[in-house]
């Protein structure tokens, strides 16, 4: 192994380095500034809305890991299921989304937030109305494009950085 | 006056080291128990399976398309390329063509998935050789670039569970276009800035020049794939051998090394990335409109047979295959390794050297752990 | 016959700047700049250890720190507080005496270097007239509170390092010596007050080879990058300072640091000629150049990799000491014959200092060995 070219490699690498100094560096201070995440996050929670759930069950089929139970009362009068309870376990969930994309009558939607850690292994598993999409638990545009057109434009490095090379 | 000499040789002893499963330089969890001779290692022994999750037999628990989460979760650093291997191994067994709009996205979705792969790779390469995390950084601001067109498409960052059988999820938004035009034209020029920096830095060419040298007999026998085999001279890329999806359509170059060294590894990998960057280019210009996602039921249920399907990951050939009896589930899934048969080379390069380079021949052949243990 | 007349050379200057005359005579001047060099040395370490990482964060296009006080100025401080609270632990099987003995051995003799660095025309703790015989003398002590650190901590990788240190340590004082015999020859007197009066050129002009020897040298003999294989956490554990914590671990980092400030003074000193500057106060200007000279350590950190134990002996022995020894040789011839045309001497110095490296590089120069057999 020889030492080849006598140094002038190092200091072209030196010549990178100090022209790497001068620039702006690529951070975001967090928590101070946040970057808008993506129109289809799927983020840390599930959204259910109530009206248009049938109880048909295929978000629970579909789910890999079974993290959806689902409890049912037939309606004979009106022809329908009444959903008693519909019961997400957060924790088991991956968000994969794919209970999103099964659902036929698009009732359910990921969340658009991703910090929403808890302190308790209890209140990850959550349950009807805790499911319901409200100001603090806002729906994201996974499989929604109508929700994705109202969310703000995610924040993108190439165009945030572009500085000549 | 006779002068009486002895030979004077000084006693040592071979000790065993052991690179515990803890370590800042082994890419996960990995065990190597190792036989040094003061600084020469002797022999290893390697130790794996500390990350086994039991993959290949949750498969048969899942539904076709309910697997497609966990293949993410094998190769995690390219989850593309997983994903892309699985639904062709299902559209095999299924008989399921997939639309042409489909398949560019799938080719662009992988390629990109190359670029931030190998920066990675070169990455954490450079960090094992000992520049302090600056050579680390740079890759890692580009491969931001790449997340962010990956968040904007499927959702997250690193487990993308994107392809479907049949096709991919969705199509992409329209910011999409405009954002990869304005990478396509950066990247070129930051791959520059990397070869500034890096290719003929005399310290790394004393360092991985001639170290490790894999030859090209022996790597054809362990059935090494990837930029490992490549870097040994052999033009083998499945790709161009045996090509899958649409890439007998797109014209790039095969880059091959001379020796077989860490060196080579390194600059195969920095040359795939701008072959990588043509194929794109290439793809985006003629991308048809249409469908992107064929007609195929939630739960697939393939005819009863197997079929075994193979692509060009950033790390090798990863296979899967498959075999169904008629169910939605399949009933045996195997997924061939790369990571794991790459390793395999690992103890025939690397005895005779010191325990520097074990880190750094270690750290070239690039390996994930999660497909080394599923 | 020296290249600059020593004589003339004082009475002129002696003029220009008179050093400060205590009343209480000797012993208040001792107790003065005592305390004044304590307190100067823990300050530059927290700057220099401020201003590594702020580079070395700008460098590599992130923000060091910045959390701690207004732009992050008390990080060091809050250093210095994390590790005054945490426990002191002593392994069982260590050597007490020995394990407590290292870090005050080691931290010592880089406190004593400072007593010989001038700040101002004769503003020294001691005005020896061997001043850079003493220092080459005193650094070397510390490798010896190194190698207590690694056999008392009962440890063998711990070992390994600093056997791995002294090795480093012992090869590189030969070219440094004699890159500083080259300076020498040039003034004609050993004490460093007399070598910064004899700077009109700086020295770097007019050793070039000289400043580059020193630099690699000392870099080598303080343990950065690219020689910190010492401590190279990407590798074995942490190295010599491994079994310490508390303020003894405290103390070792603070020895890093003190050396690195203390090469950067005798480099000023030596090379940069010294406290010499025209509008600022000297002690200003020797700060500034420290601060200079130790930016330049920070540069060559975050850009290079790390060379080999191998490598590090063969750059020394093969490469460094015979290019120090022709260095040597041709000064002197220079000091003979040409004293009187010191740019004819800066120009010859260039263009052999030029030569050489490429010369030495391409033909005589193999680094480290290759693969041995087992």
């Known amino acids: 192994m020889k030492f080849e070219r006598f140094g002038l490699g190092i200091i072209k690498g030196l010549t990178v380095?100090?022209?790497?100094?001068?620039?702006?560096?690529?951070?975001?201070?967090?928590?101070?500034?946040?970057?808008?995440?993506?129109?289809?996050?799927?983020?840390?929670?599930?959204?259910?809305?109530?009206?248009?759930?049938?109880?048909?069950?295929?978000?629970?089929?579909?789910?890999?890991?079974?993290?959806?139970?689902?409890?049912?009362?037939?309606?004979?009068?009106?022809?329908?299921?009444?959903?008693?309870?519909?019961?997400?376990?957060?924790?088991?969930?991956?968000?994969?989304?794919?209970?999103?994309?099964?659902?036929?009558?698009?009732?359910?939607?990921?969340?658009?937030?991703?910090?929403?850690?808890?302190?308790?292994?209890?209140?990850?598993?959550?349950?009807?109305?805790?499911?319901?999409?409200?100001?603090?638990?806002?729906?994201?545009?996974?499989?929604?494009?109508?929700?994705?057109?109202?969310?703000?434009?995610?924040?993108?490095?190439?165009?945030?950085?572009?500085?000549?090379? | 006056m006779a002068i009486e000499t002895r030979e004077f040789t000084l006693k040592t002893e071979p000790f065993m080291l052991n690179f515990g499963p803890v370590h800042p330089s082994t890419h996960g969890v990995y065990r190597m128990r190792t036989t040094l001779d003061g600084e020469v290692v002797l022999d290893i022994e390697p130790v794996f399976g500390y990350l086994h999750r039991g993959i290949e037999k949750l498969a048969e628990q899942r539904t076709f398309t309910g697997f497609i989460p966990l293949t993410d979760r094998l190769d995690y650093i390219s989850s593309m390329s997983n994903n892309m291997a699985y639904c062709m191994a299902v559209e095999k067994l299924a008989g399921i063509t997939v639309p042409e709009r489909a398949e560019h996205i799938r080719v662009i979705l992988a390629e990109l998935q190359r670029i931030a792969n190998h920066l990675i790779a070169n990455g954490s390469f450079l960090n094992d050789c000992g520049a302090y995390f600056t050579p680390f950084?740079?890759?890692?601001?580009?491969?931001?670039?790449?997340?962010?067109?990956?968040?904007?498409?499927?959702?997250?960052?690193?487990?993308?569970?994107?392809?479907?059988?049949?096709?991919?999820?969705?199509?992409?938004?329209?910011?999409?276009?405009?954002?990869?035009?304005?990478?396509?034209?950066?990247?070129?020029?930051?791959?520059?800035?990397?070869?500034?920096?890096?290719?003929?830095?005399?310290?790394?060419?004393?360092?991985?020049?001639?170290?490790?040298?894999?030859?090209?007999?022996?790597?054809?026998?362990?059935?090494?794939?990837?930029?490992?085999?490549?870097?040994?001279?052999?033009?083998?890329?499945?790709?161009?051998?045996?090509?899958?999806?649409?890439?007998?359509?797109?014209?790039?170059?095969?880059?091959?090394?001379?020796?077989?060294?860490?060196?080579?590894?390194?600059?195969?990998?920095?040359?795939?990335?701008?072959?990588?960057?043509?194929?794109?280019?290439?793809?985006?210009?003629?991308?048809?409109?249409?469908?992107?996602?064929?007609?195929?039921?939630?739960?697939?249920?393939?005819?009863?047979?197997?079929?075994?399907?193979?692509?060009?990951?950033?790390?090798?050939?990863?296979?899967?295959?498959?075999?169904?009896?008629?169910?939605?589930?399949?009933?045996?899934?195997?997924?061939?390794?790369?990571?794991?048969?790459?390793?395999?080379?690992?103890?025939?390069?690397?005895?005779?050297?010191?325990?520097?380079?074990?880190?750094?021949?270690?750290?070239?052949?690039?390996?994930?752990?999660?497909?080394?243990?599923? | 016959m020296a290249l600059v007349d020593l004589m003339e050379v004082n009475t002129r200057l002696y003029q220009q700047a008179v050093p400060p005359d205590w009343p209480g005579g000797f012993w208040w001047h001792w107790l003065f700049f005592a305390v004044v060099l304590i307190i100067f040395i823990l300050i530059m370490v927290m700057a220099v250890i401020y201003i590594e990482r702020r580079a070395m964060g700008r460098m590599q296009s992130r923000l060091g720190p910045n959390r701690t006080g207004p732009f992050g100025i008390l990080q060091p401080v809050a250093d210095a507080i994390k590790v005054l609270l945490k426990e002191n632990i002593v392994p069982v099987n260590a050597d007490k005496v020995v394990h407590w003995l290292a870090p005050v051995i080691a931290f010592v003799p880089a406190l004593m270097i400072f007593a010989v660095v001038p700040f101002q025309n004769g503003a020294l703790l001691a005005d020896l007239n061997i001043g850079i015989l003493y220092v080459v003398a005193i650094s070397s002590v510390s490798t010896i509170g190194v190698f207590m650190a690694g056999w008392g901590s009962s440890n063998k990788y711990s070992l390994l390092g600093a056997m791995r240190n002294v090795a480093a340590v012992v090869s590189y004082e030969i070219p440094l010596v004699l890159a500083i015999v080259g300076i020498v020859l040039l003034t004609g007197s050993l004490s460093m007050n007399q070598i910064v009066l004899a700077q009109d050129i700086p020295f770097v002009l007019l050793q070039p080879l000289g400043f580059l020897l020193f630099f690699t040298a000392g870099c080598a003999e303080i343990n950065r990058s690219p020689f910190d294989l010492m401590e190279a956490d990407s590798e074995l554990t942490a190295g010599f300072h491994t079994e310490y914590s508390g303020m003894k671990f405290a103390m070792f980092y603070l020895v890093e640091y003190a050396e690195a400030v203390a090469i950067a003074a005798i480099i000023t000193t030596l090379f940069l000629s010294g406290w010499r500057g025209p509008a600022l106060p000297p002690?200003?200007?020797?700060?500034?150049?420290?601060?200079?000279?130790?930016?330049?350590?920070?540069?060559?950190?975050?850009?290079?990799?790390?060379?080999?134990?191998?490598?590090?002996?063969?750059?020394?022995?093969?490469?460094?000491?015979?290019?120090?020894?022709?260095?040597?040789?041709i000064t002197a011839i220079e000091v003979l014959f040409l004293s009187a045309l010191p740019w004819l001497i800066i120009i010859v110095n260039f263009a052999v200092a030029a030569v050489l490296v490429v010369m030495w590089s391409k033909l005589f120069f193999k680094l480290g060995w290759g693969r041995l057999e087992v």
């Open chain 1, 17 to 165: 380095t100090i022209k790497n100094n001068l620039r702006h560096p690529t951070v975001a201070q967090y928590p101070e500034q946040r970057l808008n995440t993506s129109r289809r996050i799927r983020g840390n929670e599930l959204i259910w809305s109530r009206e248009r759930c049938t109880g048909c069950g295929t978000c629970a089929k579909t789910c890999p890991q079974g993290a959806i139970e689902i409890v049912t009362s037939t309606n004979l009068a009106e022809n329908k299921y009444v959903v008693e309870m519909y019961r997400v376990d957060t924790g088991y969930c991956i968000q994969c989304g794919l209970c999103v994309e099964a659902c036929p009558y698009d009732a359910l939607f990921m969340g658009y937030s991703y910090e929403r850690a808890k302190y308790r292994r209890e209140e990850l598993v959550q349950a009807d109305d805790m499911l319901l999409e409200s100001k603090e638990r806002p729906a994201s545009g996974y499989f929604h494009p109508e929700i994705a057109q109202k969310l703000p434009r995610q924040t993108l490095l190439v165009e945030r950085i572009n500085e000549e090379r």
């Open chain 2, 137 to 374: 950084l740079y890759m890692f601001r580009e491969r931001e670039k790449i997340l962010d067109l990956f968040e904007m498409v499927s959702g997250q960052r690193l487990t993308y569970n994107f392809m479907r059988i049949g096709g991919v999820s969705q199509d992409f938004p329209e910011e999409f276009m405009p954002a990869l035009r304005i990478f396509l034209n950066q990247m070129p020029r930051f791959i520059d800035e990397y070869d500034r920096l890096l290719k003929e830095n005399e310290i790394l060419l004393a360092r991985s020049r001639g170290v490790g040298i894999l030859t090209q007999k022996a790597a054809v026998n362990c059935s090494i794939s990837g930029p490992v085999l490549r870097s040994t001279g052999y033009q083998w890329d499945l790709r161009r051998a045996d090509p899958y999806s649409i890439y007998d359509r797109f014209e790039f170059d095969i880059p091959v090394g001379i020796q077989g060294d860490c060196y080579d590894r390194f600059r195969v990998r920095m040359e795939e990335m701008r072959q990588s960057l043509r194929i794109i280019e290439q793809a985006v210009k003629d991308l048809p409109q249409g469908a992107v996602r064929a007609e195929v039921p939630h739960l697939v249920r393939p005819p009863v047979g197997e079929a075994y399907s193979h692509i060009e990951s950033p790390k090798g050939e990863l296979g899967f295959y498959l075999v169904s009896d008629g169910s939605i589930a399949p009933y045996r899934c195997h997924v061939r390794p790369t990571s794991l048969i790459n390793l395999t080379a690992l103890r025939e390069m690397v005895r005779g050297w010191k325990v520097a380079d074990l880190i750094l021949i270690f750290g070239s052949i690039d390996i994930c752990l999660g497909e080394v243990d599923r």
């Open chain 3, 283 to 329: 002690w200003l200007w020797f700060i500034i150049k420290v601060i200079i000279v130790f930016f330049l350590m920070v540069w060559t950190r975050t850009t290079l990799p790390r060379v080999r134990i191998d490598q590090l002996m063969s750059l020394a022995w093969k490469f460094l000491l015979p290019l120090a020894v022709i260095n040597l040789v």
